[in-house]
């Protein structure tokens, strides 16, 4: 895996970092020179997938939760409040997660932002068939979606509180 990345331009192997015993990884990578797709598609290439799914020939785990998507949910309560809704893919054990909350999600600007949004974060160890449904590869991942499902913005990893705000308040006003 860190080889096959680190072959990308904008890439160094220093920048990537695996986590075996959550079968996870992250890459810190400079987008001028490497877009998202291309890493997606160099992961996918190696054979990786987002979310869980299972083996073929295997079936699937009986004990599967029967909860509601948070997904859903949050989708309906938009239609009937027209607003869009933002997604916050993350888990317990991601601390570039606990990082972009302390210093993106709980910034002041950008929980003002939030105002025209629904918002909802999906435990991607709890929900892991919504992370494969939305193509969540790396954490964490944020989408913004209107209220049928049509994905309008996603942002992987880290983004500066400013310049996500900017796009909060661009999308809400379309």
Known sequence: ????????????????????????????????????????????????????????????????????????????QAAGEAKLVLVDFSAGWCAA?????AQVLLNSAVIAAMQNYVFVRVDTDEFPREAGDYDVIGMPTLLILNSGGEELFRSVGMVEAESFRDKLNELATK
């Open 97 to 101: 997660c606990k990082m972009l909350e």
């Open 1 to 76: 895996m860190v080889a096959a990345l680190s072959e990308l331009a904008g890439i160094k192997k220093e920048d990537i970092e695996v986590f075996l015993e959550q079968d996870a990884f992250t890459v810190a990578y400079d987008a001028s020179q490497v877009t998202l797709e291309q890493m997606y598609q160099s992961i996918r290439d190696l054979g990786y997938a987002s979310g869980l799914e299972a083996i073929e020939g295997n079936p699937a785990p009986s004990d599967t939760k029967s909860e509601v998507s948070p997904i859903l949910a949050a989708l309906g």
